[in-house]
């Protein structure tokens, strides 16, 4: 297995080890972490976690805190993905007419950059040809 790319929403799942993530996508998160790979976490994820919470739907600042605390940690394979002159050059490589929300686009957009597959249970990225999505 390889270093990965994860959307927000997996993200927390995989975290909170819920059942709502796929048995691939948590395989590829465990992989990556068990044999030493990055987990990238894009910059915009940590935006629309704050926008979540702000908003207060599903997510808690506690989510939040708890993605912050993992991000800082040494002993954790997440890693921050800035957003990157590479990866808003990228973003026409993720067409507005499949993934129209731009938080989404973004977060395929630094996937494409790094140029590793990304874990999402987003409809319109699972459409993308150019991006491998595991769900």
Known sequence: MSAVVTDTHALLWY???SSKLSRDASNALENAEQNGYPIYVPAISLIE???LVEKGLDIE???F???????N??????????LSQGT??????????IVPDMPDRLIA??????DLPLISIDISIRNLKNVTVIW
């Not at 805190?65 to 991000?71: A, D, G, P, S, T």
């Not at 808003?88 to 067409?95: G, H, K, S, T, V």
């Open 73 to 82: 940690s040494p002993q954790s394979a997440l890693t921050f993905a800035p």
């Open 109 to 114: 957009a630094t996937a494409y950059n790094l």
């Open 15 to 17: 975290l909170s080890n």
């Open 88 to 97: 808003a050059e990228d973003l026409y490589q993720i067409p507005r007419s």
């Open 61 to 63: 600042e506690r989510d």
């Open 65 to 71: 805190r708890l993605v912050i605390e993992k991000l």
């Open 49 to 51: 976690l704050r926008y």
